[in-house]
């Protein structure tokens, strides 16, 4: 029996001192291959869970980290990261002053130079850092993605915004916006209806939700909304313009003459007002104004194409079709695929017999593929948003 006992044990301690020499002899064969196989990436930390400067913090210990342990491949790789992430930091920072908090609340508009340099900007913020994407910098990045006309972008911004902060009232008015400059009047909406129940005195989504309503042709909802924007905050020039619009497709004319007024009273460089109200003096027989009214558009914007169609237009109420022409010749130049100047400017030229350019007129209109038919009373334009 004690025999039997001493064998089962001697059996054991072979056993374990077999498994200790695999285990050791892994460890040695992992220990001389270390230098031969690759290691694993040394992985940025996990931005969500850290503020943005022990975002920071941790991520240069992981890059000192990697030096000391002779790692110049992973720190090599951090670093060019790390300078990355930190230049795309400056570049946001350099957005604020360029990217307005609220959409279309003045009726400035930004120049060509200031576009290319927002959309620089937004070119070298894409390494941003998840950490860098709180509610602040998406509302932020949403603002001058739409300030370029990059809506979609600016939608996605507003949107991240908006599933960290629901209740973020201003972004949820400038995101109705964007999707209404993609078209999306009814999502807009939405937005608009959900800004004004968190926020019942915001001015700003009632005159856009009113806009919206124009767009779709909803022209006494349009004025109903523009009336309470105008009631909460009376010195916002576009919500004028917007219920001018409105009463201009609900035939009152001289209501919206009154509106235009009161919006270049409070804006007097406000080209969409003066344009605006020249289209509602053409459809009440005063074309001598609408004529004055279209010039002072040009004036505060010289590249306005619509202005000169619409003051050509005038001319020839007035049958002085040169002057039209020359307007004309000006709009298409502005614009070579604004259909309804060629029209007009074919138009012109068979009043003055010239029927071979009226026919080249005609033909160019018709190819750019739009209703054909004359628009005797010009066209407003939509104001910005609030």
């Not at 690759?38 to 022990?54: G, I, N």
Request: hydrophobic share 35%; net charge negative; proline share 6%.
């Amino acid at each position: 029996m004690p025999v039997e006992w001493i064998t089962w044990g001697l059996i054991a301690l072979a056993l374990i001192l077999a498994a200790a020499g695999i285990a050791f002899s892994a460890l040695l064969w992992q220990t001389r291959t270390r230098n031969r196989t690759p290691q694993p990436r040394v992985q940025v930390p996990a931005p969500l869970t850290y503020s943005e400067e022990e975002y920071v913090r941790q991520f240069r210990d992981q890059i000192e980290s990697a030096r000391s342990r002779g790692n110049s491949e992973d720190a090599e790789a951090l670093q060019t990261r790390y300078e990355q992430e930190l230049e795309s930091r400056r570049a946001l920072e350099s957005l604020r002053p360029l990217a307005p908090t609220e959409l279309g609340v003045t009726t400035d508009r930004f120049s060509k130079a200031d576009q290319d340099t927002i959309r620089d900007l937004l070119d070298q913020v894409e390494n941003l850092p998840p950490s860098a994407l709180n509610p602040a910098n998406c509302f932020l990045l949403g603002n001058a993605f739409h300030e370029v006309g990059d809506y979609g972008p600016a939608v996605e911004q507003y949107s991240r915004c908006l599933r960290a902060e629901p209740d973020h009232t201003q972004a949820r008015n400038n995101r109705g916006f964007s999707y209404f400059r993609l078209g999306e009047c009814l999502q807009a909406i939405r937005d608009y209806n959900e800004a004004i129940r968190l926020s019942p005195t915001m001015s700003p989504a009632f005159h856009n939700r009113g806009l919206a309503f124009l767009t779709l042709g909803q022209y006494n909802e349009a004025v109903q909304d523009c009336t309470r924007a105008i009631n909460l905050d009376p010195n916002v020039p576009n919500a004028y313009v917007t219920r001018g619009l409105a009463y201009v497709n609900l035939g009152q004319h001289q209501k919206a003459i009154e509106d235009y007024n009161r919006a270049i009273k409070i804006s007097p460089d406000h080209a969409e007002a003066y344009n605006n109200r020249g289209v509602a003096n053409v459809n009440v027989g005063r074309d001598q104004n609408a004529i004055q009214d279209y010039t002072d558009a040009i004036r505060i914007d010289p590249d306005f194409a619509l202005a000169y169609s619409n003051r050509g237009l005038a001319w020839a109420n007035l049958q002085r079709h040169q002057e039209a022409i020359a307007d004309y010749n000006t709009a298409t130049e502005l614009d070579p695929g604004f259909a309804q100047a060629y029209r007009n400017r074919g138009a012109a030229h068979f009043q003055l017999g010239q029927h071979q350019q009226a026919l080249q007129d005609y033909e160019m209109a018709a190819n750019l593929d739009i209703d054909s038919s004359p628009n005797a009373s010009g066209d407003p334009r939509l104001p910005a948003g609030s």
